[in-house]
């Protein structure tokens, strides 16, 4: 393979979540040599200006498959902030697999990661690029709160995760990617309801889903309920459907988890009868808020008031944010294990930002020793995403109980 002029080019700079990502590449990215890609040259050289660094701009386009050819084969990763996915995504995705450039983007988008895995994977195992969605809020902490849990029990000859959750604490504000990523999948299943049961599929990402758990074993709870290992009561965690897929992936993927493995995610919500009543009012928002992006009456409503995509929290929003994950399991043997990954960063802007960052330079730089294809964070970069987040002062730890 010839000589690559660059080692991230990162696309959707302009953006929120983008500009993150760049601040954080400025700030932590040595001497990686990076570009910026779009198709406002004018718009990404005041962004460089601003961070002043001296970055290449290259125009591409993300529907521009002839562009994003010339991208994919100057650079030894692409990052992308550029979505909805299912609307701008795809065409970046097969320019890379075909390349044998490496990818990471921020989806949460379950039907664009399913097309994705369809389309791409086998081209990009053979050219040796590593396709590796979900590299931001959704879902690095869920995926590699799970890998360190596993991990520890194993190093401790203790066997491998049963049943596991994840619990999801935080503060930060809510962007327009956000709602608009949302609103993508909401249209694509109004136009074909055929893809609701991708959506419905507990193990919709799967690898091969004939060796998973069936329906009837496994279903997402969508309601309240009391969760058994922290004695809380939980409400359903709106990251939590993709989350969940990603995690069941890698389990599929790196086989480390063991066939006694089971995930959940939730929202934390407190202990007794007034806790009950207020995750099960959650839990009846998040359902109202999807049945109001379906309805032709609510919609026009809810797009008024709903963020615009490529919008974002004001900065003095994002002051105080941060989160935390943690996890919990019963292995194999008995052993209780926990997990946290978190940070003193607002989610879904500056903790992403920097976890797209480090996924970037991670496969830029680092020698991996992961299969190529479409993959996850964990399965992908593992234990190397973990020291590379908590050198920029992220928690990322697993202990016995």
């Given at each position: 393979?010839?000589?690559?002029?660059?080692?991230?080019?990162?696309?959707?700079?302009?953006?929120?979540?983008?500009?993150r990502?760049?601040?954080?590449?400025?700030?932590?990215?040595?001497?990686?040599?990076?570009?910026?890609?779009?198709?406002?040259?004018?718009?990404?050289?005041?962004?460089?200006?601003?961070?002043g660094?001296?970055?290449?701009?290259?125009?591409?386009?993300?529907?521009?498959?002839?562009?994003?050819?010339?991208?994919?084969?100057?650079?030894?990763?692409?990052?992308?902030?550029?979505?909805?996915?299912?609307?701008?995504?795809?065409?970046?995705?097969?320019?890379?697999?075909?390349?044998?450039?490496?990818?990471?983007?921020?989806?949460?988008?379950?039907?664009?990661?399913?097309?994705?895995?369809?389309?791409?994977?086998?081209?990009?195992?053979?050219?040796?690029?590593r396709?590796?969605?979900?590299?931001?809020?959704d879902?690095?902490?869920?995926?590699?709160?799970?890998?360190?849990?596993?991990?520890r029990?194993?190093?401790?000859?203790?066997?491998?995760?049963?049943?596991?959750?994840?619990?999801?604490?935080?503060?930060?504000?809510?962007?327009?990617?956000?709602?608009?990523?949302?609103?993508?999948?909401?249209?694509?299943?109004?136009?074909?309801?055929?893809?609701?049961?991708?959506?419905?599929?507990?193990?919709?990402?799967?690898?091969?889903?004939?060796?998973?758990?069936?329906?009837?074993?496994?279903?997402?709870?969508?309601?309240a309920?009391?969760?058994?290992?922290?004695?809380?009561?939980?409400?359903?965690?709106?990251?939590?459907?993709?989350?969940?897929?990603?995690?069941?992936?890698?389990?599929?993927?790196?086989?480390?988890?063991?066939?006694?493995?089971?995930?959940?995610?939730?929202?934390?919500?407190?202990?007794?009868?007034?806790?009950?009543?207020?995750?099960?009012?959650?839990?009846?928002?998040?359902?109202?808020?999807?049945?109001?992006?379906?309805?032709?009456?609510?919609?026009?409503l809810?797009?008024?008031?709903?963020?615009?995509?490529?919008?974002?929290?004001?900065?003095?929003?994002?002051?105080?944010?941060?989160?935390?994950?943690?996890?919990?399991?019963?292995?194999?043997?008995?052993?209780?294990?926990?997990?946290?990954?978190?940070?003193?960063?607002?989610?879904?802007?500056?903790?992403?930002?920097?976890?797209?960052?480090?996924?970037?330079?991670?496969?830029?730089?680092?020698?991996?020793?992961?299969?190529?294809?479409?993959?996850?964070?964990?399965?992908?970069?593992?234990?190397?995403?973990?020291?590379?987040?908590?050198?920029?002062?992220?928690?990322?730890?697993a202990?016995?109980?």
């Amino acid at each position: 393979m010839p000589a690559r002029s660059f080692d991230v080019v990162l696309t959707g700079a302009t953006g929120a979540a983008g500009r993150r990502a760049a601040e954080h590449l400025r700030d932590h990215g040595g001497d990686a040599r990076i570009a910026l890609a779009g198709r406002s040259p004018e718009r990404l050289r005041a962004v460089r200006d601003d961070l002043g660094v001296d970055w290449p701009v290259l125009v591409a386009d993300s529907l521009d498959r002839e562009a994003l050819d010339d991208v994919a084969a100057q650079t030894a990763v692409v990052a992308t902030a550029v979505g909805p996915y299912s609307r701008w995504g795809m065409p970046l995705v097969e320019a890379c697999a075909d390349a044998g450039t490496s990818y990471c983007d921020l989806t949460g988008e379950i039907l664009f990661m399913r097309d994705s895995i369809d389309l791409v994977h086998e081209r990009a195992a053979a050219s040796g690029a590593r396709i590796v969605h979900a590299c931001g809020y959704d879902s690095v902490p869920s995926d590699l709160a799970v890998h360190l849990l596993a991990a520890r029990a194993a190093a401790d000859g203790q066997g491998t995760p049963g049943t596991t959750r994840l619990l999801a604490r935080g503060r930060g504000g809510v962007g327009g990617g956000t709602i608009d990523s949302a609103r993508a999948q909401v249209d694509e299943v109004l136009a074909d309801r055929s893809r609701l049961r991708v959506l419905a599929d507990p193990y919709g990402l799967s690898p091969d889903r004939a060796k998973d758990p069936s329906r009837d074993e496994v279903r997402d709870r969508g309601h309240a309920y009391l969760d058994d290992l922290t004695g809380l009561w939980v409400a359903p965690w709106p990251l939590g459907p993709a989350n969940m897929r990603v995690v069941r992936r890698t389990a599929a993927l790196t086989g480390r988890y063991g066939d006694a493995f089971r995930y959940e995610e939730a929202v934390p919500i407190g202990r007794g009868p007034l806790a009950a009543l207020g995750a099960k009012a959650v839990a009846g928002g998040g359902r109202a808020l999807l049945g109001g992006l379906a309805s032709r009456r609510m919609r026009p409503l809810l797009d008024r008031v709903l963020p615009k995509g490529g919008s974002g929290p004001s900065d003095r929003a994002l002051r105080g944010g941060w989160f935390r994950a943690d996890a919990r399991t019963v292995t194999t043997t008995g052993a209780r294990y926990s997990a946290r990954i978190g940070a003193p960063l607002d989610p879904g802007y500056g903790a992403t930002g920097a976890m797209l960052a480090q996924s970037a330079l991670a496969l830029a730089l680092d020698d991996l020793d992961s299969p190529a294809g479409v993959t996850t964070p964990a399965a992908a970069m593992g234990d190397t995403l973990v020291a590379r987040l908590r050198a920029v002062g992220f928690t990322a730890e697993a202990r016995r109980r």
